[in-house]
C-alpha cells in the first residue's frame, strides 16, 4: 500500500517555475515506478512524465520536453517534477502515480495508487 501527497501547485505567470513535489508513504516505494500526469477542465488525463524504479531513465511527453524535468530521492520517499518556462497550456490539477509494475507505461490506468492532486495555474 502507498499513499501519495503532492504539493508545490500554484499560480505563476507565463515563462516562470514552479516545483512540484510528490510525498510517498511504505517501505516498498523504490521499487515502485512513478509518473506525473495532469488533468485541464474539461479534458481527459494526460501523461506528463515517468521514472522508473531504481533507474535513471525518464520519459515524457513531447510538449514538456526540454522543459520539465522528473526526479526521485529513494531515500526521502519523493519524486518531484520541476518545471520551467511555464506556459497557459500547461494548467491543470498534476497528479502524481506510483504502481508496482516494472513497466513504465504512459496510460494513467496503469498505475494503482494517486495523489489528490495540486492546481497549477499559468497566467499569459
Known amino acids: 500500500q502507498v499513499q501519495l501527497v503532492e504539493s508545490g501547485g500554484g499560480l505563476v505567470q507565463a515563462g516562470g517555475s514552479l516545483r512540484l513535489s510528490c510525498a510517498a508513504s511504505?517501505?516498498?516505494?523504490?521499487?515502485?515506478?512513478t509518473g506525473w500526469f495532469r488533468q485541464a477542465p474539461g479534458k481527459e488525463r494526460e501523461f506528463v512524465a515517468a521514472m522508473p524504479s531504481r533507474s535513471t531513465i525518464t520519459y515524457y511527453t513531447d510538449s514538456v520536453k526540454g522543459r520539465f524535468t522528473i526526479s526521485r530521492d529513494n531515500a526521502k520517499n519523493t519524486v518531484d517534477l520541476q518545471m520551467n518556462s511555464l506556459k497557459p497550456g500547461d494548467t491543470a490539477v498534476y497528479y502524481c502515480a506510483a504502481d508496482a509494475s516494472l513497466t513504465t507505461s504512459r496510460r494513467a490506468n496503469a498505475y494503482l495508487y494517486w495523489g489528490q492532486g495540486t492546481q497549477v495555474t499559468v497566467s499569459s
Open positions: 511504505g517501505r516498498t516505494f523504490s521499487t515502485y515506478t
